[in-house]
């Protein structure tokens, strides 16, 4: 199971850190991210980071945003800096475990404000 946490209301130029915390070890993941959904747009990819470390970011975030992982506490981290209205979006955290199985939080509202 994959619970974020952290998403809220934040004016232009704002920052916010999300964090999504694991019911069990984040080591089993092959890789993790973050994903959001905007209304009336796909799903997409914000960040992406490997079990190895290596990290893969959307251009349209590059720069602004930082994903991390801490596996002593199970959690990963999207720190987001320079909001923009366009942000705006429920973000998801993401768990590949391989031989196609993943993991989907429930989602957390990001509203960035003009």
């Known amino acids: 199971q994959l619970v974020e946490s952290g998403g809220g209301l934040v004016q232009t130029g704002g920052s916010l850190r999300l964090s999504c915390v694991a019911s069990?070890?984040?080591?089993?993941?092959?890789?993790m991210g973050w994903y959001r959904q905007a209304p009336g747009k796909q799903r997409e990819l914000v960040a992406f980071i490997g079990s190895g470390g290596w990290t893969h970011y959307a251009g349209s975030v590059e720069g602004r945003v930082t994903i991390s992982t801490d596996s002593a506490k199970n959690t990963m981290y999207l720190e987001m800096n320079s909001l923009k209205p366009e942000d705006t979006a429920v973000y998801y955290c993401?768990?590949?475990?391989?031989?196609?199985?993943?993991?989907w939080g429930q989602g957390t509202q990001v509203t960035v404000s003009s």
């Open positions: 069990g070890s984040i080591l089993s993941f092959n890789a």
């Open positions: 993401y768990g590949d475990l391989g031989q196609g199985a993943t993991l």
